[in-house]
């Protein structure tokens, strides 16, 4: 069975095609700088027992259209499919899922028409993720097309964990309120570490920090998430690559006022211009610890108030689940970074938290512990797979209905 999973961004297209036989990748590529003058397709081959070959091809791709053709055309060729109706589902990532979606949706007009009214909430993902699921629907009529949220595993949240302490008007009315992201990764590298630890997933308590270009942190108990840290949109909690993050909101009104600068302003300079990038200049990681090695000392402070805000939460997050049994890092830098694991997790020993050093430098495919045998609290690297887990929600849900 073949499940074609697809991200499509404003001028990209992800695409991964796994057969869920195995859970092997049969084949990956990514389009990118789609409608710009010079546009990338980069594709990797991966036949089973065979060789991996990669692609490239670089020219004008106008449009998502003519970058989905292209792809179907070289897994056509490269003999990954015979034809897209060959596959048993195409499983689409959405940002937005609101408070309609608590699950992945087979996509019928009714699911579309609920996704677009989801638009005003991630006016840059959404349309996106339509335009991508629209041409998908275009060239494989009749494979069916599953939706998978990014909120949706968030959706468990209570109340008392989800609402702004704003007038409740502003929640009935206009849908604020805390929905969080990366929910597809959170749930993965949760499930992964109950294999892992060998215990069901209903019985334990985890918190999963997901370290890359964006990051948040979700507390998991029995196998539901009760809360996160990015909010109404992916801008609040954590420090990120060049999002700021928590900050006092008046800042906003401060800075309209003494600068002059207008809400368009303000939200590049809060999504764009800050986090790391607005701290040394910089939002890739290894560069900063790079640089911090050096004695870079805007590169240093970076690194340490990424690491205290990190901290931060997981303390809280510890305080809200009572008992904790593991801690999740993956993510780019969670995955690669032993220094930030390594800071964020530094001075918890009373609270149960003890990494190991050594352990902690290791590499190792699956789950890597790096707890010391003193720590109460399991420690954990899992490399995050979103596209494994909107593959497997998708046959999940083809084999319900
Ligand atoms: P992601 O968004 O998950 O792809 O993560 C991107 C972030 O991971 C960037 O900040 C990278 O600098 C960071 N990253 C990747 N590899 C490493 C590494 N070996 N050490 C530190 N950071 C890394």
Redesign the pocket.
């Known amino acids: 069975m073949k499940v074609l999973v697809l991200n499509s961004g404003s001028s990209s297209i992800k695409y991964r095609l796994f057969d869920m036989a195995g859970l092997a990748v049969v084949a990956s590529g990514v389009i990118e700088q789609i409608g710009e003058k010079e546009s990338h397709l980069k594709h990797t081959s991966m036949p089973a027992g065979g060789q991996s070959e990669i692609i490239e091809k670089s020219g004008s791709i106008a449009d998502h259209r003519q970058g989905f053709g292209m792809m179907e055309e070289i897994l056509r060729q490269t003999g990954a499919i015979k034809h897209t109706s060959e596959l048993a589902a195409i499983g689409h990532r959405v940002v937005h899922g609101g408070e309609e979606f608590h699950e992945p949706a087979v996509i019928t007009e009714k699911v579309l028409k609920r996704i677009r009214s989801l638009v005003p909430l991630a006016p840059l993902h959404n349309p996106a993720n339509l335009t991508g699921i629209e041409v998908a629907m275009e060239f494989a009529p009749k494979v069916v097309q599953v939706a998978v949220f990014d909120t949706a595993f968030h959706q468990s949240m209570p109340e008392y964990a989800f609402l702004y302490a704003l007038p409740r008007k502003m929640y009935e009315e206009y849908g604020v309120r805390r929905y969080g992201f990366h929910g597809t990764s959170h749930h993965y590298v949760a499930k992964e570490a109950s294999v892992c630890l060998g215990r069901p997933f209903n019985e334990l308590n985890l918190i999963t920090l997901h370290l ?3 990051d948040s942190i979700a507390a998991i108990r029995k196998g539901e998430c009760v809360d996160t840290s990015m909010g109404m949109t992916p801008l609040e909690g954590l420090i990120m ?1 060049t999002r700021s993050g928590d900050l006092d909101p008046a800042i906003i009104f401060y800075l309209a006022r003494q600068t002059g600068m207008g809400l368009d302003d303000l939200d590049n300079l809060l999504n764009k211009e800050s986090g790391l990038k607005g701290l040394c200049g910089v ?4 560069e900063i ?1 790079g640089r911090a090695e050096k004695g870079d000392k805007q590169a240093g402070l970076a690194i340490r108030m990424f690491c205290y805000r990190l901290k931060k939460y997981l303390g809280s997050y510890m305080a809200v689940l009572g008992h904790v049994d593991g801690i999740i890092f993956t ?3 969670g995955e ?2 032993p220094l930030v694991r390594e800071l964020c997790c530094q001075g918890l020993e009373g609270l149960g938290v003890v990494i190991d050093p050594r352990k902690n430098k290791e590499r190792k495919e699956g789950c890597l512990e790096i707890q010391a045998d003193a720590s109460r609290i399991k420690v954990m690297v899992i490399a995050t797979n979103e596209e494994l887990e909107i593959a497997r929600q998708t046959v999940k849900l083809l084999d319900a209905s």
């Open positions: 890359g270009n964006g690559g939002n890739d990681m290894r610890a993510g780019g830098i690669n970074a």
